[in-house]
């Protein structure tokens, strides 16, 4: 068990030599990407010039740009595609508290206009996840609220981090938003359920998503019964 942490930090801006190859080497790095997480831990690597050289790369590249927010200034963030504040977080930037779930929609889009946005989401913890997302070319707007899927709850630690990963991944390949947040809720749900930090590997996921068909929750195909078994099988070992 975990009893103590201590950290000596030095947040300061990132400057200097390492500013500037950080600033250089970044472009080439989303090559080949389909996505990029901006995790911002307020500790000095995302300067506005990293983030603005960043942003602007994936957006020329045309893939998503996901932040994971610190802070209460959100326009640091501007042209990025979506944030994915806490409730707590995202009161923080607006300057308000967010009452009622009712509260949400014209919270979302004062968060989208602040830092030019296409979408938002805003994690509810036991309510769930709610993302709204602008009209854009021929996707029409797109606004919900998934609820929480956590069976049970062990250890909340990482499981923001499922999320924003989560919703990298499944934009990055293609799906709207409500299927991508619906795919990372559920991810979430599974790393709660476990003690520490965890990454839920494909096999978990199908897992999790066949147990929600009707009578097709212990029916395995022949040919994934040995994914399965092997994905248990080193998750026990780890």
Do not use: C
Not at 99 to 117: G, Q
Not at 153 to 182: I, K, N, P, R
């Amino acid at each position: 068990q975990q009893m103590l942490r201590v950290d000596w930090e030095d947040v300061r801006p990132l400057d200097g030599a390492a500013h500037e190859a950080a600033l250089s080497i970044i472009p080439g790095m989303l090559e080949g990407a389909d996505a990029v997480v901006l995790s911002d831990y307020g500790k000095g690597m995302l300067t506005e010039e990293i983030l603005e050289t960043t942003i602007a790369a994936g957006r020329a590249r045309g893939i998503p740009v996901l932040v994971d927010p610190k802070g209460s200034d959100f326009s640091r963030y501007r042209g990025a595609t979506l944030v994915t504040p806490n409730r707590k977080e995202a009161e923080l930037a607006l300057g308000r508290r967010i009452e009622t779930l009712e509260d949400l929609p014209a919270a979302a889009d004062e968060l989208m206009r602040v830092a030019e946005l296409d979408m938002a989401l805003i994690t509810l913890s036991a309510d769930g996840i709610y993302f709204r997302a602008k009209a854009s070319g021929d996707q029409p707007e797109a606004e919900g609220r998934i609820p929480t899927l956590a069976r049970a709850v062990f250890d909340v630690t990482g499981a923001g981090d499922t999320v924003v990963a989560h919703l990298a991944l499944h934009l990055g390949a293609g799906l709207d938003l409500e299927a991508a947040v619906t795919l990372a809720n559920h991810a979430a749900g599974i790393v709660v359920a476990k003690l520490g930090t965890h990454s839920v590997s494909r096999g978990e996921l199908m897992d999790r998503l066949q147990q929600g068909l009707p009578h097709e929750g212990k029916v395995v195909p022949r040919a994934g019964i040995g994914d399965r078994k092997s994905t248990r099988l080193n998750s026990s070992h780890t």
